[in-house]
């Protein structure tokens, strides 16, 4: 009976490493899909993981994770939709159908007088069918969200990777030991740079000392008057006065000849011998290049773009978009 079992649990051992070994290279596999993904260069596989720091890698993995939540977001409101209806005993169309009304004279005529600059001379018969669809559109919306609530859903998705983002001496608002600091790649002659100025005053507003806004200049280079913009700006902060001429090229943001850009200054009674002598200073020109350089290495490629605690926004994004991320950051 020994002499059996010594050949036995020398053989059962031998088994046991050669699942473990055999293993481990088949469950890296499986567990890691990212390893299907790979460029091959003189024999040497590089893959996924050697991304980690590649800013053009991690602008793609946040748009990733960015549609996956949008498409969590619609299955969710189709989903609640499809158990309401089944619990009302009613089709989706018809559950919808409910939360629509036909509104009151007084409502269509409030509606009218409010965008009444907006709908081109039309008279109130002429835009009635636009403003019930409005109305009832935006009712629509309100029922739907009312639903998310009622079913308590809530979308979790991963963390976008963070990008390492200095501020290099930068023009900001807000203190300097807020926890939330967004950075902004920001144009001038930009309409969509323009329009995100109201959000982000908002957003100063609404959490004070809690965020700080950095200022970094990005001049698209099809914007002819775009350079000269940010260099008289960057003139004005030697004066201390960068975000009133800030605020007055934001609102000419189609007006931003050179003419007037030096009216603009003269007007905020800027020294203009020093402001004209520091325009044609190349260090202030050199200044601005870096901002580009960093930030089309950065993943900028276009205007705004906005980096909360390192986590990138691009385009002119209603509210909530910083707010949720703000929100997350401040927990």
Not at 160 to 172: A, I, M, S, T, Y
Not at 177 to 196: G, H
């Amino acid at each position: 009976m020994n002499s059996f079992k010594l050949p036995f649990f020398s053989l059962l051992a031998i088994f046991i490493s050669y699942i473990a070994i055999s293993i481990y290279p088949v469950f890296t596999f499986f567990s890691n899909p990212d390893r299907q993904n790979f460029v091959e260069i003189k024999g040497k596989k590089y893959y996924i993981s050697d991304l980690k720091d590649n800013s053009a890698y991690k602008k793609v993995r946040k748009e990733f994770i960015t549609n996956i939540g949008s498409v969590l977001q619609s299955f969710s409101m189709e989903e609640v939709l499809k158990q309401e209806a089944k619990e009302k005993n009613l089709t989706v169309q018809e559950l919808l159908a409910q939360s629509r009304r036909q509104p009151s004279n007084e409502e269509i005529q409030k509606i009218y007088e409010d965008f009444k600059d907006r709908l081109q001379g039309m008279s109130i018969a002429e835009a009635r069918p636009r403003i019930i669809e409005f109305i009832n559109s935006m009712e629509e919306q309100e029922f739907r969200k009312n639903l998310l609530q009622k079913y308590s859903v809530t979308v979790n998705t991963e963390k976008p990777d963070r990008l390492q983002v200095e501020e290099k001496g930068n023009p900001f608002l807000g203190s300097k030991n807020s926890k939330v600091t967004i950075i902004e790649f920001s144009d001038f002659e930009c309409p969509y740079c323009q329009r995100s100025q109201s959000v982000s005053k908002s957003l100063r507003e609404k959490y004070k000392d809690n965020i700080r806004w950095v200022f970094r200049d990005f001049p698209l280079s099809f914007h002819q008057n775009a350079m000269f913009a940010h260099i008289a700006a960057n003139c004005a902060n030697k004066q201390g006065k960068y975000w009133e001429l800030f605020n007055v090229l934001f609102q000419n943001t189609g007006s931003l000849e050179k003419a007037n850009v030096l009216k603009f200054a003269s007007d905020l009674h800027l020294d203009m011998k020093s402001f004209e002598k520091c325009t044609n200073d190349s260090s202030i020109l050199s200044e601005i290049q870096d901002d580009i350089s960093e930030g089309q290495e950065l993943g900028v490629n276009g205007t705004p773009a906005f980096f909360i605690n390192g986590i990138m926004i691009e385009g002119a994004q209603p509210l909530s978009a910083f707010e949720k991320i703000i929100d997350q950051e401040l927990k």
